[in-house]
């Protein structure tokens, strides 16, 4: 198995920044008056998140490559590097990525990871940028796939094609397309959706690559009214360490002020907007303040 396959991320940099700037140019001499458009406040936000990000996985990347590689060893399973095994990894990276990524929005802690790219009002190529800093709670996601036998440099390479293919999504410049192109496959309609901070429109489009995975799951709605995007109570912070760390310091605080041990489990594990029974059930996503309430799309 060949380990030195593309890193597919790295080499797109140069379009992601030509893209966003033509976007930006876009909006600046073709402007859509109900668009959220760009605000270079926000949009320096979301590349310094992504550039982070970046230095940030290079760290996370040295355990995560340790476990997998020991469990790829320990299976009797292999997966050619194969012109039509490519794909089937593909599919199945896409599976499990639409699984973490709904993790990631039904548990806290997971939830305070992924805030981060729900953190923005606005939605443009800028803010597919918007990257987490903490990554690691990704990995157990994926761990089926290596032990079923397919190499950690495959996945990795998976992984960035995956994330190369949604930036293209984050955008309001794009309509609907072609019904065949919107029912299969994650578009700029359906991430709106799925960026909105509307009660319909919560916790809904996980899909990465593929849409097909929420329509069968049970996850899946349509673009009928214009989203709102960000948190239903948002962050007033352009601060990159903040924007990375606010829920993770929520989290501590709410654990701090917990009068019990279940009660304090379930400020960590259970859904982001949960309070214990005494103080009265909630839907929302638990903001930097508890008890309000944050949610995303």
Aim: hydrophobic share 45%; net charge positive.
């Amino acid at each position: 198995m060949p380990t030195n396959l593309p890193d597919v991320v790295l080499w797109s940099i140069p379009a992601f920044v030509l893209l966003t700037v033509l976007e930006m140019a876009l909006h600046h001499f073709h402007p859509d008056e109900e668009a959220a458009g760009y605000e270079a406040k926000d949009a320096t936000t979301s590349i310094t998140m992504g550039l982070g990000s970046l230095a940030f996985d290079l760290l996370w990347k040295v355990p995560i490559v340790a476990i997998y590689t020991a469990v790829y060893e320990l299976t009797p399973l292999r997966v050619p590097l194969l012109w039509w095994t490519v794909p089937l990894m593909l599919l199945g990276q896409d599976f499990f990525y639409y699984w973490s990524h709904r993790g990631h929005h039904v548990i806290r802690i997971l939830w305070a990871c992924h805030v981060v790219h729900h953190s923005s009002r606005k939605f443009n190529l800028s803010t597919a940028l918007r990257q987490p800093w903490t990554s690691l709670t990704v990995w157990p996601f994926y761990l089926p796939l290596v032990a079923c036998g397919v190499h950690p440099a495959a996945l990795a390479f998976c992984s960035s094609v995956n994330l190369v293919y949604q930036f293209w999504v984050h955008t309001e410049r794009v309509g609907k397309l072609p019904r065949p192109f919107e029912y299969v496959l994650n578009t700029p309609s359906h991430h709106r959706v799925h960026h909105a901070s509307q009660g319909g429109y919560l916790d809904r489009n996980f899909g990465g690559i593929l849409i097909v995975w929420d329509r069968w799951f049970g996850s899946f709605t349509p673009e009928t009214e214009r989203p709102v995007f960000g948190l239903t109570k948002n962050i007033d912070t352009f601060n990159p360490l903040r924007v990375a760390t606010h829920e993770y310091a929520a989290i501590a605080r709410d654990v701090r002020a917990a009068g019990s041990w279940s009660e304090r489990a379930g400020r960590v594990f259970r859904g982001p907007g949960w309070q214990p029974a005494t103080v009265g059930a909630g839907r929302g996503k638990a903001s930097v303040a508890a008890p309000a309430q944050e949610r995303t799309g």
